[in-house]
């Protein structure tokens, strides 16, 4: 998960790095810091995967949740548009755009399929382990036993 983490992180870098430096192409006056967001959200993801070569749920989970954002700034950034009708999809930044929200859709869609559909522990499964495949029946002590008056059963 971490790999796959990795190369969403860099596609989205690189969808950033198209779409600040690519500012011509769009008829922009300069490049402006909102065409960049694809960049911000891919170094989030992968802050996240750094952070998973330590501590492995904790970094994906830091970078589900960036997904997760780039997804909503994806689709907000797009929505406007559609809703006045004046969505271009031959447009170069609505491009990238639906590029960013696909690449975050997937790794969110991925995520939690992997999440749901994870390895559980049997339980019992590590006690059979250790005694050689068989678990021990629980027994009980006489000095374990206490009355209920507090005494114990073992001392009378």
Not at 19 to 31: I, K
Not at 57 to 71: E, P, R
Not at 80 to 100: N, V
């Amino acid at each position: 998960m971490k790999i796959f983490t990795l190369v969403c992180a860099l596609g989205l870098v690189g969808i950033g790095a198209v779409s600040y430096y690519g500012w011509e192409d769009r008829g922009a006056e300069g490049p402006t810091w909102s065409s960049a967001i694809p960049a911000f959200v891919g170094g989030i993801m992968l802050f996240g995967v750094l952070v998973a070569l330590l501590l492995r749920k904790t970094g994906l989970q830091i970078a589900f949740l960036a997904s997760l954002m780039g997804l909503g700034l994806g689709v907000g950034r797009m929505l406007p548009d559609y809703l006045k009708e004046t969505f271009d999809t031959k447009e170069p930044f609505t491009i990238l755009m639906l590029a960013m929200a696909g690449i975050c859709s997937v790794h969110v869609l991925v995520s939690a399929v992997r999440f749901v559909f994870r390895k559980r522990p049997v339980w019992g499964a590590r006690k059979k382990r250790r005694n050689g495949g068989e678990v021990p029946e629980k027994t009980v002590a006489a000095e374990d036993i206490v009355a209920i008056d507090g005494n114990s059963n073992a001392a009378s």
